[in-house]
């Protein structure tokens, strides 16, 4: 099921907002769409969430209020 | 892919409502038309059918009790049980919803079927696809009230914004937020440490193990060198004692010979040290009769056949067998029997080593058995005896140099206390470089001062940190993307409200052109301007409005259920919301009475091009019997307390808003 | 499993452990004099000792496995099981030996010869009055030792 454009949007504006690489939204997308599909236990998404923890940088994230 | 949900119909038995069965779709078509509307005298059962909609198509009345099951009984009526079904078309997909309810039980059962899968499976099944859509809160936007209306502007409710975030799956957000909470949760409970101070520790002690070893290599390094510049004054100092001692020529001439021959003594006393260390290590020499013994262990051993050549695996091989090796058929209790006795023999590797250790017996212990311990009491004599020779050349030395201190000579004892200082010094300096050199314990204290100890103990708090910087760090992105993700969740929800809002406001525009409201906002319910509450007609105005947009934003198709439409709108307002129902989505349903046909139905004939179907449904009674006696049976359904008459004519001739 | 020397005696040891290049060398020791006095000690507890390693070192490779037999030997003996009772000396052998172990004993086999050197150490300390000063006082004493336990025993 497709998700609103409005959300994609949503998601790219805070990784940005966030000092995070590009790629942390694209695969956000890839998870919100695999739970879109009703696919929400831990064995099927886990590998979503570790690539997405992956892609994320602590260096350059700065504490925003 | 957008969604394509139709109702194709529906139908009662033995509830409150009459009987009924109701097809919107033209005959030989599972296209519904695209405004079906159902007129019901109040007191006909409207209510009892919405609900039964609304049950049927989300699963609620999975939680009723048995006293509400009950209530759908038909009154003044010992029916046992009353049925409804609803019938989807979800894309190409024919669905089926039945919820039977037992009314002597007081429970309620549902049946689900798909044309895509095979037969008629008991539950509330809906496929994963619509699930999201088919549940009570969901459900409830689109079989849609006067009530729901209210909910909606009601500042207490969240339904606005629930229903916003159910159509846009906003909800996703926070689901996945939750995953990774989960995640995190789930590896922390693991670790031992998982807060900043957990780490500041670690690093602390870590910092101070490494402090400490290169302090002790500072001191391991000044040592050293003092040990040699030791051993080097020590020399000069012997060097200079010696000579003072052997300022007596006499004296002088004896003690270089005794030096020499004492130096010779301490290197043969070092050999024979280092030989009988090393045949020490034989056991058979250092234990008197071992070497006998361990030869009458093998002899025993050899005359036992043991090991044997039969081993474990031939008696587990014979417990498969069907015959034994005498020729006899096995059976369990042989079976069982066997290898109970192969636990009695070793396995072939087992028995390698003692066939190994019983070769090393015969090249260790062979030959006289008595020669290896004699031999080795005769090293110890030897040892004995070159150490006695040192001895006394040391115990010469030492005559000589009493001897020569008894003289008086001040310089020589200055030179005497100061020899034996720097030796003092040494051996301290050794005994400290001992400890700092030493191998290592298995599990050192944290006090140790031994480097190898040291160096152990920072490999493993440098674990620790890393185990807890490990921690730290997954909690870190942790929050760095949950708070991606309910930022992105309040961006999505304002830029989708700020939409909704603007689009809205272009409807209700439309509607109330003579009494116009505006929407403000939509925190929690819809907010309008300027004002707390609306007019019934107003309300329903702009909650027709809400919906609108929300539908048409969503790309989702879905039926529209109303009831009573247009009941509480001014005539004026009729016109624009019959106008506005196309736009609600493919499908609009209404269940309408009589009084609202005024300035709506004919407004919504033309909006929806005359492609609207009219049923009338009434109880069959007998004062009702005249209004159906001369309908054309071609648009007349008649059940067991119901009748239902198709076509426009009867539909806007039929004037009772209340039974008979 | 690893062959164990206690901290104590580790202690004891401590002017002439710099003689000998591992410290198996000392537990060797405690070893002989366990298995001379046949005086196993099974009370010494996990953080009174320091694990050395699990195999015999490179001067004790050539011995490792005569060490065994001594241990089968000593343990048949003390257990009263004569050397043609089959069937016991098979039971006892399996238990001790493990031919994938890197010093062919089982984890009870290894649990057992630390045992004897433990009990060992009691031995040394009784025989000696003072810990060893001096390798050479040792060496001697220490043979002394040997043989008079093995005639006590």
Known sequence: MAIDVKVDEAVFAAVVHHNQPDKVAKRIMKLLEELSDGRSKTDDIGSFIETILDAIETDNYEELE | ?660 | MDFQLRKDARRWFKDISHHYPTLFDLYYFCLMAGFAAGRPNTEIKADHVDDLIGYFPREFQSRGRLLVGVLIQVHLSRLGIDLDERDDVYRQVAKLVDPNSPSYLSNEGVRLMNQYAHGGFDVLCEYFSDRPRSIETFLRKYSRCISDLNKRN
């Open chain 2, 1 to 660: 892919m957008s969604l394509k949900l139709t109702l194709l119909g529906w139908s009662a038995s033995g509830l409150r409502c009459p009987d009924h069965q109701v097809h919107l779709c033209p005959e030989n078509s599972t296209t519904p038309y695209p405004v079906t509307l159902v007129q019901m005298p109040n007191g006909t059962g409207k209510t009892t059918t919405l609900n039964m909609l609304r049950a049927t198509l989300s699963g609620a009345a999975r939680e009723w009790n048995s006293q509400k099951i009950r209530e759908f009984q038909r009154s003044g009526d010992s029916t046992r049980s009353g049925q409804f079904v609803v019938r989807l078309g979800m894309d190409d997909n024919l669905l089926t919803f039945e919820l039977n309810l037992d009314f002597i039980q007081g429970k309620v059962a549902y049946r689900t079927s798909s044309s895509h899968s095979y037969g008629i499976r008991d539950g509330f099944l809906p496929p994963r696809d619509i699930k999201k859509f088919l549940n009570p809160e969901f459900v409830n936007l689109f079989v849609f009230d006067g009530e729901l209306a209210n909910t909606l502007l009601n500042p207490k409710q969240t339904r606005a914004r629930d229903a916003i975030d159910s159509l846009f799956q906003l909800s996703l957000l926070e689901k996945a937020a939750h995953h990774f909470q989960e995640n995190w949760e789930r590896h922390a409970q693991n670790s031992s440490s998982k807060s900043s101070q957990g780490l500041t520790r670690r690093r602390n002690n870590l910092n101070r193990l490494k402090t400490k070893r290169d302090k002790i290599k500072r001191e391991r390094d000044a040592l050293q060198i003092q040990q040699s510049q030791l051993k080097l004054g020590i020399q000069d100092a012997e060097r200079d004692y010696d000579q003072a001692l052997g300022k007596d020529q006499n004296i002088g001439t004896r003690l270089k010979t005794i030096k020499v021959q004492l130096d010779q003594a301490e290197k043969v006393v070092e050999r024979e040290v280092e030989k009988t260390t090393e045949k020490m290590r034989d056991p058979q020499r250092i234990i008197p009769g071992l070497a006998a013994s361990l030869i009458n262990l093998k002899a025993n051993l050899d005359r036992l056949k043991l090991p044997t050549s039969t081993s474990k695996e031939f008696f587990e091989e014979l417990a498969e067998a069907q015959e034994c090796v005498c020729g006899r058929q096995m059976d369990d209790v042989t079976r069982q029997a066997v290898r109970d006795r192969a636990m009695q023999y070793l396995g072939e590797d087992e028995v390698g080593v003692l066939n190994r250790i019983k070769s090393d017996i015969a090249d260790y212990c062979g030959g006289n058995p008595e020669q290896y311990h004699q031999d080795f009491q005769e090293q110890v004599q030897g040892l004995q005896k070159v150490i006695r020779t040192r001895d006394e050349f040391k115990t010469e030395l030492r005559s000589l140099e009493e001897e020569r201190l008894k003289q008086g000579d001040s310089e020589l004892e200055a030179k005497k206390q100061h020899l034996d200082q720097l030796r003092e010094q040494l051996d301290q300096c050794n005994q400290r470089l001992e400890e700092i050199e030493r191998s290592p314990h298995s599990k050192p204290s944290e006090d140790t001062d031994c480097l190898k100890e040291l160096e152990f103990l920072i490999t493993k708090a440098e674990d620790d940190v890393a185990e807890v910087t490990h921690t730290l760090t997954l909690k870190r992105k942790t929050e760095i993307v949950r708070r991606i993700l309910n930022q992105a969740h309040q961006h999505a929800r304002e830029e989708l409200r700020k939409i909704i809002i603007e689009e809205t406001n272009q409807r209700i525009t439309q509607l109330l052109s003579r009494d116009p409201v505006r929407l403000e906002d939509i925190p929690d319910s819809l907010k309008l301007q300027g004002r707390a509450g609306a007019s019934v007609g107003q309300t329903l105005s702009v909650s027709y409005a809400f919906l609108a947009t929300l539908f048409n934003r969503s790309n989702h198709q879905l039926p529209f259920i109303v009831d009573s439409p247009a009941g509480a709108l001014d005539l004026n307002v009729r016109p624009e919301v019959a106008r506005l129902v196309p736009q609600l989505g493919n499908q609009f349903v209404a269940f309408t009475i009589s009084s609202e046909r005024q300035s709506f139905v004919d407004s919504l004939h033309q909006a929806a091009q005359e492609n609207v179907q009219y049923l009338t449904l009434f109880r069959k009674t007998s004062r009702m019997d005249a209004l159906w006696q001369n309908v054309d049976s071609n648009q007349l359904t008649e059940t067991v307390d119901g009748v239902m008459v198709t076509g426009k004519e009867f539909f806007e001739r039929f004037d009772l808003d209340e039974e008979l």
